[in-house]
């Protein structure tokens, strides 16, 4: 069987397959996301190419070998990959291997499609069926870009996604996403970057607009626990995360706020299993292995929080050989270096992420502590909260600072933001 086919009909060999409609969700195999038109979900790109070699073959059973053959060309596999890949795609659409809908395995045999697919015309490729009501164009892309910068927190980016949110309120003051991304970019930028920006009384009433709007999706709810957070009212945290997960259990971006949350309260376990679910719905993403890693690591267990950081370093590798410049890559690897017993490694590759801003800052001190160089850990930790850092919650709970609380200068820093 031929590489990535047309899942629509015939396509010229070499070129991208197109979007498609397949048991009412949209599928863009590019972008590896399946849109239902309230949420959007994310697969890993094998999983993605097995989908895709099914609706190729339109209904007919198509074998392991076969489905091995094209998706893992040239490698030796066993058929566990192809199995988990199948898992993968049956939880992302909701579907179970006991009372398939969707994808049938057909016993001795391989799988078959049971659905048929409809393909996207093209002058619609870049926009998602079943639009909810309020949905703006424009306000989604401006979002889109928001939470993009956000994830890569160069020096003002995270200030620059704040802004974005906002204009996409302006576009659509009715629009639940762009509410809820507004609020989740202010409690950031208020604790972790400059401190300034729009107070956190907005982030709140953005989050509570966007949960009233749209009580189905997760997004406002979580960003309302993001809110409650940051001013440490923790229950009400975690029944906002609660009502999240209910209506999307798997929403990557709620897996992440919440043992981020889970993280600074305290609740390592707890933060690092749900931070591990997290990894497992965004193949790509640094940020909730950073968390797990060091979560476990509080909790006492080692060995578990070397294996995250093995995953994590490979995760940073593999970014940097994309994007070479990408700070949060670089300093997220220096962690996983460090939690490697690598420190030479991973203070080298601090060197490379070049100038950073909060919340870079934060965790280049946190990971500079973590290789032994506790004087120049708290000489960044210093320029973070002199640049405006007041996320004090995570900072108590890391326990790469730990070796630093000791030292009478950071215990003049504590005092003077009034850790203690």
């Known amino acids: 069987m031929s590489a990535l086919c047309d899942p629509a009909g015939a396509q010229a060999s070499g070129s991208s397959p197109r979007p498609f409609t397949l048991a009412g969700w949209r599928v863009d195999p590019i972008a590896r996301e399946l849109t239902d038109g309230s949420s959007a979900r994310r697969v890993s790109p094998k999983a993605m190419q097995v989908l895709v070699q099914l609706v190729t073959a339109g209904g007919r059973v198509v074998t392991r070998d076969a489905l091995l053959d094209a998706v893992w060309p040239d490698v030796v596999v066993g058929e566990e990959v192809l199995t988990h890949a199948i898992a993968e795609l049956r939880a992302a659409f909701g579907d179970t291997s006991r ?117 189905d999706l997760a997004a406002g709810h979580a960003a309302l626990g993001m809110a409650f957070a940051a001013t440490g009212r923790w229950n009400e945290a975690q029944t906002a995360f609660h009502r999240a997960l209910e209506r999307e259990p798997s929403d990557f971006e709620t897996h992440f706020l919440y043992a981020r949350t889970l993280f600074s309260a305290g609740s390592m376990v707890a933060a690092a299993r749900l931070a591990e679910h997290g990894a497992n719905l965004h193949a790509t993403d640094t940020r909730v292995l950073y968390l797990a890693a060091s979560a476990w690591t509080a909790a006492g267990d080692g060995d578990r929080a070397r294996h995250i950081a093995r995953t994590g370093l490979a995760r940073s590798d593999r970014r940097l050989a994309d994007q070479p410049h990408e700070r949060r890559s670089s300093i997220l690897g220096a962690h996983f270096l460090a939690l490697l017993d690598q420190p030479d490694a991973a203070i080298e590759r601090i060197g490379e992420a070049g100038p950073v801003a909060n919340p870079l800052t934060i965790y280049g001190a946190m990971a500079l502590a973590r290789c032994g160089e506790r004087r120049q850990a708290l000489d960044w930790l210093e320029a973070a909260f002199d640049a405006g850092w007041r996320d004090t919650a995570i900072v108590r709970a890391d326990p790469a600072l730990a070796a630093l609380r000791r030292e009478p200068r950071y215990r003049r820093l504590e005092a003077a933001l009034r850790l203690g």
């Open 99 to 215: 009372n398939s809908i969707l994808i049938e395995t057909v016993r001795k045999a391989g799988y078959r499609l049971l659905q048929p697919s409809t393909s996207v015309p093209s002058r619609e490729a870049a926009i998602p069926v079943d639009l909810p009501a309020g949905f703006d164009l424009e306000a989604h892309l401006l979002c889109s870009e928001a939470a993009n910068l956000r994830e890569q927190a160069g020096p003002g980016q995270v200030e620059q996604a704040t802004a974005l949110c906002a204009e996409a309120i302006g576009r659509a003051p009715s629009y639940a996403p762009a509410l809820a991304a507004f609020a989740i970019a202010t409690v950031f930028r208020r604790l972790c970057c400059d401190g300034a920006g729009p107070s956190l009384e907005s982030a709140f009433t953005a989050a509570e607009t966007a949960a009233r709007l749209r009580p």
